[in-house]
């Protein structure tokens, strides 16, 4: 068995807590392992270029970010699973910090775009459940089921000025699941960390003024420093 490990490299630098774990992750018995680094413009790119690879010369992929971290056992415990759509358990980058599993509410319309509505729901209390839609931060695709999904798979959608997104790439890819019957399977076990953190220049002071505020309202931690 094959599978791709698609990381997402957004920036022209990582965190030095992504580069530390690579090597350490465990490769389950049975499963070659490729790692792929994609460095598209968009993350709608990013994610086409990975699974369009999948399907047609792996059995599994893998989603990461370089801006998150990974148990030991991350792929283990992931190709663990024969469902076709599995993620760990993720957290947002920013405020409010919501739980990454969502449901599908529906479908709205704007001068003629419609999209579709996901609503950030919390876990239950037992270790799998599923949902509608996640995050691509801990996501794992059997590219088998690509074939009853339209193209593109992943894709943004904008209000007819290209000004407003609507829908980012990986809800639309939610859409695509919800609407050919699939849901995705969450396992609470797994658990994957964001990085939160922000380099200073002149250019984003507001933003780390921002920051701090929510670390001093309770909303997070001061990751490089002492308060």
């Known amino acids: 068995m094959k599978a791709l ?29 490729a790692f ?15 699974i369009l690879e999948a399907k047609y010369n792996a059995d599994r992929v893998l989603f990461m970010d370089t801006d998150q971290v990974y148990p030991h056992e991350y792929l283990e415990m992931m190709l663990a699973h024969d469902e076709p759509i ?28 419609v999209y579709p509505k996901f609503t950030a729901i919390q876990p239950p209390t037992k270790k799998l459940f599923e ?11 059997d590219p088998k089921i690509l074939d009853k ?5 992943f894709k943004d959608i904008y209000d007819s000025e290209g000004c407003k997104r ?23 076990s797994i658990i994957v960390k964001h990085i939160a953190k922000i380099l200073v220049s002149p250019y984003n002071a507001r933003d780390l003024r921002k920051a701090w505020e929510k670390v001093n309202s309770g909303f997070g931690y001061w990751k490089d420093g002492k308060r």
């Not at 792929?36 to 990975?50: D, V």
């Not at 760990?88 to 479908?107: K, Q």
């Not at 999904?149 to 798979?153: A, W």
Request: hydrophobic fraction near 40%; glycine fraction near 10%; aromatic fraction near 14%.
């Open 166 to 188: 609507f829908c980012p790439d990986d809800f639309y890819f939610g859409w695509l699941l919800h609407k050919a019957g699939f849901k995705v399977l969450v396992d609470q």
């Open 5 to 33: 490990v698609a990381v997402s490299k957004s920036r022209e630098w990582v965190e030095s807590e992504w580069e530390d774990q690579i090597g350490t992750w465990k490769i389950p018995q049975g499963w070659q392992i």
């Open 86 to 113: 599995v993620s760990g358990l993720n957290v947002s980058r920013y405020a409010p910090f919501e739980i990454a599993t969502y449901a599908f509410e529906g479908e709205e319309k704007s001068n003629g775009i």
């Open 131 to 141: 949902c509608d839609c996640v995050g691509t931060g801990a996501l794992m695709v």
């Open 149 to 153: 999904l339209p193209t593109p798979y």
């Open 36 to 50: 792929g680094k994609l460095k598209q413009f968009t993350a709608a790119e990013r994610h086409n270029t990975a």
